[in-house]
């Protein structure tokens, strides 16, 4: 018989982060031994890759639940402005057919070309997301993922003690898309706030720098300065040495740790190609942020 240690196994896909899990159906009730194992190999690997696992939204909303309580989208453009556990990433209409390149929801969807991490503007932010796949494409369409724990130890220890401490301030828009029309102005203004630009993993204490395409300015300085110092950090969490492109294959699923990792989508042939993965996000535990005031008050 099959002991629970030879049934599923774990294979680092990356000399820092990242692992294959096989040996386990996610779309069926998954066992709460099993479930610890996966749970202790999300707080090791940061990345979880499973393949052939053909979800549908009812399987992956279940098997995302073990994780805690799910995240529920704002209805914006992004989604088709459906609100709900399900974020669709998709060059595709309602009717299956290609969007065309200026529609809303493709401007919207760009913005995932830029490395973030998911909900880090949201006062709880989310603690991991588990994007699925339901149409790949043959080439492109990515999603290069970087471990921001690999590169926070990586930093010389002065760093990470002028590091120590200090505070940054996420806006669900992105730096360069204050004019965006995507989202509805008072949306802007309420998804303002702080968290530490280090994060610390309470199961295992190791920390990561904590920085993206929402986090903005820091408390503090001079918001040029500190836009200037977030755009080092993350430049410096994305070097090659610290990322890991996941090319999708149907049945892929991927579960990554928001408060640990960056990740971005890149393109593909959006007038050819077809891609359609379904995201769930699981939503923080504890507040480890409060709003902010407006940046300058
Ligand atoms: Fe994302």
């Known amino acids: 018989m099959d002991t629970l240690e030879t049934r599923i196994a774990i294979k680092r896909l990356h000399p820092l982060f990242v692992a294959e899990v096989t040996g386990i159906d996610l779309t069926v009730p998954v066992p709460r031994e099993d479930f610890r194992v996966i749970w202790d190999a999300f707080n090791e690997h940061q990345i979880l890759v499973f393949r052939d696992q053909h979800f549908d939204d009812e399987s992956q909303i279940a098997f995302s639940r073990h994780f805690g309580t799910l995240e529920t989208m704002i209805a914006h453009p992004g989604n088709d402005w459906n609100p709900g556990h399900i974020s669709v990433m998709t060059n595709l209409g309602k009717d299956g057919n290609f969007l065309p390149p200026d529609h809303p929801a493709m401007l919207h969807r760009e913005r995932n070309e830029a490395w973030h991490s998911d909900s880090s503007f949201k006062p709880v932010a989310a603690l991991a997301s588990l994007l699925a796949s339901r149409i790949v494409p043959p080439v492109g369409g990515n999603t290069d993922f970087a471990s921001a724990r690999a590169a926070y130890e990586a930093l010389p220890a002065e760093r990470k003690a002028a590091l120590e401490g200090l505070t940054a301030l996420h806006r669900m828009t992105y730096r360069d898309m204050d004019n965006d ?26 920390k990561a720098l904590y920085v993206g395409s929402h986090a903005q300015e820091i408390v503090g300085m001079p918001p040029a300065e500190g836009a200037s110092l977030l755009d080092e950090l993350t430049a410096f969490c994305t070097q090659p040495q610290f990322v890991y492109s996941h090319h999708w294959r149907d049945g892929d699923a991927v579960m990554w740790d928001n408060r640990c990792t960056l990740h971005r989508a890149t393109t593909f042939d959006k007038t050819q190609y077809k891609r359609k993965l379904h995201r769930t996000t699981i939503a923080g535990k504890t507040p480890d942020s409060a709003f902010a005031r407006m940046p300058g008050a």
């Open 181 to 206: 029309k995507g989202y509805k102005e008072e949306d802007k203004q309420r998804h303002v706030v702080t968290h530490p630009v280090i994060r610390t993993n309470p199961v295992n204490g190791r």
